[in-house]
């Protein structure tokens, strides 16, 4: 039976669905359209792994891979280890009998707790649910809204020194070996030591005939070479020093990676003080604000604060994430994604914040080189050129590989701080290495699998959207790097299946492909980028954000390739600051535009999947809906006494009752909605006034990783007048 499925996930936009799935949910019910949901929210994904919850996640993996399946999935947290220990520590405050996480496991029974959390931290939930590629773009209304009422890109100033600093060598983008399996295949990932010792580190690895598999290390030893002169480079340029990974998708290498940056600025301290903090499990793989928090434990914790203070006031200066609290850039590892922050720093004219709260040049340091080249392309343009226009640009759409776990992102568990010198090499069954390299202690080593039929369905789906826009199609690829020649090997062959006469298809490095894609947005041109998994994730921040002014407007399609549909909600990367204010000032800021775009083409699935005119009234109402919301200038305002995202939803009901009372396909429905319709905009001014009025004081939802659900409901929906105009229906 055919039925839309709306997860619970975390932070802001679970909030925002306490308020808006009671819309969804009236609206489609008077059409028939069954809606049901499931938690996969990082709580519900803990509890799950010890009994203690269903594992929707697990069921709604298997959905994804039939016919049937109809997720809207909106931003979930990929929780960091100091993220997955908040988590653990408030569940347990709540009565949930679960273990502490064991950073160090010394016995078997904490190694097998070790790993059933590890199932929870970083990107745990898009690999389960992504079994199809993406194609992400801005809906048409988002664009035209954005060339009426222009948001602003900053200039950089003349003579900015803003920069971005890449290691280039030793690297994992320098060190990839690639090779594409001849035959279906078991491969294991073995390590032989110096001394002849062989530690297996991974075995029963699965491969099909056509599949792609890469090694690669970052050596330690360059890494803090490089980190040593980046810091001397920020100290003499006198720029702002800021390090941008993403240490919640790269769970295994970006928090060490994090690690060691944080290990380079305080490296005197480390001297010091290092075997003392490591004895505590205070590790710098956290953050500096978890090895702060730590410090009142140990007996000279005072001492050791007093060190670290004097690192800050004496290194390169550091940009902050909150200047008013004191937290830097190195607090936290997931506190700065590097698609995010990166984007946000070019339109904000090249500058981040320091500690005092102004702004300035910086030296943004992203240490693998594989695509850092990419933003330094779009810094050159705007130096050169100027701020981008969003009146007048073009769009950057993209098509991504990210089907069946493929590419980086799928790599966490074949990623490895490699414990002694040595060789790694990935072995088939016949025990024959495939790839090899040499490993010193520290190394950070990886391995990577690319599915063959996702790479296939990835071709068809750039030459559909080509064929559909009229657009270039660029296939963001590098022949310098391992990986990406046999990836164009397979573009090559697999564009001969289909009609590309007329297209406009090509293949460039990533940063030629984001110079010229940049150089036609100025000429108010549209370039398809086809990216892999990596730079699907940058490209639908960088260019949505110099576009329309956030990523969170932009329409997420999933064609999964078994023939059902995952609905994608925009980024989640501001949603911790939405529950902060949410709970201080009773005020929410996020904007669930994305959840009305993703709705549309959901309810239009479930008209095809159940054979449901009704539903396909509904997606065409709200599509119009949405349009009249973006004209009338609904979206959350940015301070108190504004609509804020309950205000949103109340007027995107409002416009939606009134375009299903006005339609004339359906008889039923427009009686149904006409009441609705005339209640609501008849109440308009009062409901404004009541969903306003609560705001400015405290709000309390009983909880951050694990709501109340009676209190978070009374806070998101505390208009009596609206509830019970929903109730009507």
């Not at 720029?239 to 944080?262: E, N």
């Not at 009229?470 to 009609?499: C, M, T």
């Not at 000429?523 to 960088?542: A, H, P």
Request: glycine letters at 8%; one cysteine or more; a negative charge.
């Amino acid at each position: 039976m055919a039925k839309i499925i709306y997860t619970h996930t975390d932070e802001a936009p679970l909030l925002a669905t306490y308020s808006f799935l009671p819309v969804v949910e009236a609206y489609a019910g008077k059409a028939g359209v069954e809606v049901e949901t499931r938690d996969i929210s990082v709580a519900a994904r803990i509890l799950a792994q010890f009994g203690l919850a269903d594992d929707a996640l697990t069921e709604l993996g298997e959905l994804a891979k039939t016919p049937e399946a109809n997720i809207i999935k909106l931003p979930n947290i990929s929780a960091s280890i100091p993220q997955l220990k908040a988590a653990i520590r408030e569940l347990q405050e709540k009565g949930f009998d679960i273990p502490d996480y064991p950073e160090s496991p010394d016995n078997a029974e904490e190694q097998e707790i070790r790993a059933r959390y590890d199932k929870v931290k970083g990107s745990a939930v898009n690999p389960v649910l992504r079994e199809g590629n993406s194609d992400r773009r801005a809906p048409a209304s988002v664009k035209n809204y954005a060339k009426t009422h222009p948001h602003t890109n900053k200039p950089f100033a003349e003579g900015s020194k803003t920069s971005v600093a890449t290691m280039g060598e030793h690297d994992f983008a320098s060190n990839e070996k690639s090779v594409t399996l001849p035959a279906d295949d078991t491969l294991s990932i073995v390590l032989e030591t110096a001394d002849g010792e062989k530690v297996v580190l991974k075995e029963g690895l699965k491969v099909l005939e056509g599949e792609i598999v890469d090694a690669t290390r970052m050596e330690a030893a360059a890494l803090q070479s490089f980190l040593a002169k980046t810091l001397e480079q920020a100290k003499a340029d006198d720029v702002l020093y800021s390090v941008h990974l993403k240490a919640t998708m790269m769970k295994v290498s970006d928090p060490i990676i994090f690690g060691h940056v944080v290990r380079a600025y305080f490296d005197d301290v480390f001297e010091k003080y290092g075997a003392a903090l490591a004895a505590a499990e205070l590790s710098p793989n956290d953050g500096l604000g978890g090895i702060l928090a730590g410090l009142d434990a140990l007996p000279n914790g005072a001492e050791i604060k007093a060190a670290f203070d004097e690192a800050l006031a004496s290194g390169p200066r550091l940009s902050y994430v909150n200047s008013d609290k004191g937290i830097t850039n190195l607090h936290v590892p997931s506190d700065v994604i590097v698609d995010a922050s990166m984007p946000a720093m070019i339109r904000n004219g090249g500058r981040l914040w320091g500690a005092d709260g102004g702004e300035d040049d910086t030296l943004a340091v992203i240490p693998d080189s594989s695509y850092a080249g990419v933003f330094q392309a779009v810094i050159d343009d705007v130096k050169t050129n100027g701020p981008l226009d969003p009146a007048t640009i073009g769009s950057v759409p993209n098509v991504g590989l990210m089907a069946q776990a493929a590419e980086e992102y799928g790599s966490h568990d074949k990623t490895f701080e490699i414990p002694a010198a040595g060789t790694v090499r990935v072995l088939n069954a016949a025990g024959e290495a495939l790839l090899e390299q040499d490993v010193e202690p520290g190394d950070i080593w990886r391995a990577c699998q690319t599915k063959d039929i996702p790479v296939q369905d990835w071709v068809k789906l750039a030459v559909t959207r080509a064929r559909a826009t009229g657009s270039p199609a660029i296939f963001w690829l590098n022949e310098a790097r391992a990986h990406d020649r046999e990836i164009i090997a397979k573009v090559n062959a697999y564009l001969q299946d289909h009609d590309t006469e007329g297209l406009d298809i090509r293949i460039m490095a990533p940063a030629d492909a984001a110079k010229l894609s940049v150089e036609r947005m100025r000429k108010g041109e549209d370039t398809i980028s086809v990216t892999g998994n990596v730079l699907r994730d940058y490209n639908t921040d960088l260019f949505p954000i110099l576009e329309l002014g956030t990523s969170a407007k932009m329409l997420s399609v999933v064609p999964l390739i078994a023939g059902g549909g995952l609905f994608e909600t925009g980024a989640g990367g501001s949603a911790p600051k939405h529950v902060q204010q949410l709970v201080e000032e009773n005020y929410l800021r996020w904007d669930s535009l994305g959840e009305f775009f993703a709705l549309v083409p959901s309810l239009e699935k479930y008209a095809e999947q159940a054979d449901a005119p009704a539903a396909q009234v509904l997606a065409d109402a709200l599509d119009r809906a949405t349009g009249t919301f973006l004209n009338e200038d609904r979206s959350p305002g940015r301070k108190l006494g504004t609509t804020d995202n309950r205000g949103s939803h109340f007027y995107l009901a409002l416009y939606w009752a009134e375009e299903l009372a006005a339609q004339t396909e359906d008889a039923e429905l427009a009686a149904a909605f006409k009441p609705l319709a005339e209640t609501l905009r008849a109440n308009e001014a009062k409901i404004a006034e009541e969903l306003i009025s609560v705001q400015g004081k405290p709000a309390d939802i009983g909880g951050y990783y694990y709501l109340d659900a009676e209190k978070t409901a009374a806070v998101m929906r505390p208009s009596a007048t609206f509830n019970e105009a929903l109730a009507s229906l």
